[in-house]
């Protein structure tokens, strides 16, 4: 299976082909340039393997949580390829695409969500324990506390990282392991997309948002407030 990947929901944009013959990846931390560099890179790629947009099966976009306008970014340049090359798409979880780093182990991949907030879940082996929500970091302690977890799970995300003084260290008295340099990447979201049924896959217009903040969709309804960047 041939598939396209577009990660946009933080800082660091990345695009990914994964074909039967090899792999390939480009990335880049892009400032908020993400639309004037994504479309590059996927040209370079697809031109590096000698490919069209026609010889994909499948698209896939990380859909979040991150930035609201990195993510509009990613999805519409993943439906507007997707629509003109007849192709389905997969929507890949970001927090879903960072446990993907380490699929043996539980982990907490926690993203900067701004405000003071982490988006985080909680994953094993591959499997979802804990929905993508966002919290106060200094919440955190108690919502793993009220965990049955098997080991010691390691924490992966720059959340981690961006809140050291309100971030748990610990959990059962047990130290964490933290990778607070992991971020999403288009070569985690391939490889999961390709792994997906034909039931998860959607038409273009299907494919739909993982925002989690309530105030980004209060802002998306005409509601007050301001998204987050």
Do not use: K
Request: glycine share 12%; charged share 15%.
């Amino acid at each position: 299976m041939n598939v396209l990947a577009i990660d946009t929901a933080t800082a660091r944009c990345s695009v990914a082909l994964c074909t039967g013959s090899g792999n390939g990846q480009r990335m880049q931390d892009s400032s908020g340039r993400h639309s004037s560099l994504i479309l590059g890179m996927i040209r370079e790629l697809l031109c590096n393997r000698e490919m069209t947009l026609g010889d994909l099966d499948l698209v896939a976009v990380d859909v979040g949580p991150g930035s609201f306008t990195g993510l509009r970014v990613g999805v519409g340049i993943a439906q507007g390829l997707a629509y003109a090359a007849g192709l389905p798409v997969v929507g890949i979880g970001s927090l879903a695409a960072l446990s993907g780093a380490y699929p043996q182990q539980t982990v907490i991949p926690a993203l900067d969500a701004r405000m003071n907030q982490v988006y985080w879940g909680v994953y094993r082996a591959g499997e979802c324990i804990v929905q993508p929500h966002v919290d106060d970091p200094c919440r955190l302690e108690s919502e793993l506390a009220s965990l049955s977890l098997p080991d010691t799970p390691m924490g992966i995300g720059n959340g981690w990282t961006a809140y050291p003084d309100s971030m748990p260290v610990e959990l059962a008295g047990r130290p964490l392991e933290i990778r607070g340099e992991h971020l999403p990447e288009a070569l985690q979201i391939a490889r999961l997309a390709a792994s997906v049924g034909p039931a998860e896959r959607v038409s273009p217009l299907g494919l739909e948002v993982a925002y989690v903040r309530n105030r980004v969709a209060e802002v998306m309804s005409g509601g007050a407030g301001t998204p987050e960047s």
